[in-house]
């Protein structure tokens, strides 16, 4: 059972109307089954909430303790909240205060969606605030690109096989590229997003979580301190950028009109509820060392942007050269080294790229790729990112979310590059719209002899 609670003054017909709209129009599984949606939407209530007023919780309690009664629900409840950051600290409270967080039969979970906080500062004390009404452990940070099937694999891609992680290090790997793009651009958000920007909306959370886990070593279990353990064990070796690295470690870009998949899109500035001479970044690129022994030396190069030329999400490891050119340099002129992409997505899959010879009578080299697609590997559909999370907080079990420490360690990072994009270093460029950022990202590796594949 679902009770909404909202600023809007609905009655419960009204909230159920709208479900039905958004199940029928979004649903993955088409045409809708008409009878388990009447039976869902049979679970649905509504009990209009101002958060700041006390009043309204106290009705939202009764609410939930009638229907517990009626219902049976064992006093579980699960307070997933999709809120502006900082309305948080006052939901919390408010959630303390008419004792709805009081485990007295069940459990009292609460699901907080990103960005967890704006910056260090407001994430420790969100933190601080949760940890007067909630205990760590029923608090769910949702970082949705955890639920993904494909986030997941990376663990057991690495952590189930015994090929790969030989390789996995700065031995063998030259160095690391995770590309979080979309066509998009900010899509009716702009109030939000014009707060926000690319480093925070994607680099702080998914990008940095990609970097986690494909740099993580093997946790002992798959269980939720180890792995958590392990993953802020990365974000701890993050070497922290110097004011004086900032320009060549770090691009910042906005788009201009331009043409996406064929269609004229307006700029950023144009957007809906975005400033006119908004500094907002829709693009960020980030460089940076993780300093432990596995991967001395090995540079990670991060982008992530609205607008570029199609939708991809990607880490691509891209292993060193042979260490001598048996072949002769003309021959392998159409080889790159080896690199291993695992495809988040669209295309899910994992793609490795090694040489072979082009049958012909001499020898020449040409890369080729195995692929492992999951469409043609597995028939069952996935579920989404949020239907695992959702149910993975039902559980009790928060391995996909993520920890105080990982948020406020990854925060730390993004906090120091915001102040010197603050003080404007590097400037902000500009990019056309469906391509693939500004020049200086381009620069970013150029200077480092490497280039951005293309996805
Ligand atoms: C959200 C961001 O967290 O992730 C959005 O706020 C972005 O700006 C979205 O569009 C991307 O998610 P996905 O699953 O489409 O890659």
Redo the contacts with the bound molecule.
């Keep these: 059972m679902v009770v909404g609670a909202a600023m809007d003054d609905l009655s419960e017909d009204d909230f159920r109307g709208r479900a039905k709209d958004s199940v029928t129009k979004f649903s993955r599984t088409q045409p809708v089954d008409e009878e388990v949606l009447k039976s869902f939407l049979g679970n649905l209530f509504y009990v209009p909430c101002k958060f700041d007023d006390a009043e309204a919780f106290k009705r939202l309690k009764s609410r939930l303790d009638e229907l517990e009664n009626q219902r049976h629900t064992g006093g579980n409840a699960v307070f997933y909240c999709a809120v502006p950051p900082p309305v948080y600290p006052q939901l919390v409270t408010q959630l303390g205060a008419c004792g709805l967080a009081r485990e007295e039969r069940g459990y009292r979970r609460i699901i907080i969606e990103?960005?967890f906080g704006t910056d260090l500062k407001s994430a420790r004390e969100l933190n601080t605030q949760l940890q007067k009404v909630f205990r760590e452990d029923n608090v769910y940070r949702i970082?949705?690109?955890l639920g993904?099937e494909t986030v997941q694999n990376i663990m057991v891609f690495r952590f189930a096989n015994s090929i790969f992680e030989p390789v996995w290090n700065c031995n063998f790997v030259d160095s690391i590229q995770i590309t979080?793009g979309?066509e998009?651009g900010?899509?009716g958000?702009g109030g939000?997003?014009d707060q926000?920007g690319a480093l925070r909306?994607?680099v702080q959370?998914?990008a940095l979580q990609l970097v986690t886990l494909t740099a993580m070593e093997p946790p002992v279990a798959f269980d939720a301190t180890s792995v958590r353990d392990e993953k802020v064990k990365v974000l701890r070796a993050v070497r922290p950028l110097e004011v004086s690295e900032m320009a060549a470690h770090t691009v910042r870009g906005q788009y201009a009109g331009g043409f996406v998949l064929g269609q004229e899109v307006p700029g950023y500035r144009q957007e809906p509820s975005v400033k006119p001479d908004s500094e907002t970044e829709t693009f960020a690129a980030v460089k940076f060392q993780v300093d432990n022994w596995r991967w001395a030396g090995v540079p990670f190069y991060v982008r992530s942007g609205?607008r570029m030329p199609k939708?991809v999400?990607e880490i691509r490891v891209q292993f060193k050269r042979p260490p001598h050119l048996t072949f002769g340099r003309e021959q392998i002129r159409e080889t790159q080294p080896n690199a291993l992409v695992l495809r988040?997505?669209p295309e899910e899959g994992i793609s490795l790229k090694f040489s072979a010879k082009v049958p012909s009578g001499g020898i020449r080299l040409r890369t080729v790729n195995m692929d492992f697609l999951y469409l043609s590997s597995f028939v069952a559909d996935a579920p989404d990112?949020y239907e695992r999370l959702l149910v993975d907080c039902m559980l009790g079990d928060p391995t996909l979310f993520t920890r105080s420490d990982e948020v406020e360690q990854a925060w730390t990072f993004v906090d120091a590059i915001e102040a010197s994009w603050r003080d404007g270093k590097p400037p902000l460029e500009t990019y056309k719209a469906g391509t693939w950022g500004p020049k200086g990202a381009d620069r970013l590796l150029e200077v480092d002899a490497r280039r951005w594949a293309v996805p």
């Design positions: 990103k960005p970082d949705h690109y993904k979080v979309e998009l900010v899509e958000r939000y997003y926000a909306d994607i959370n998914h609205k939708r999400t988040i997505q990112a």
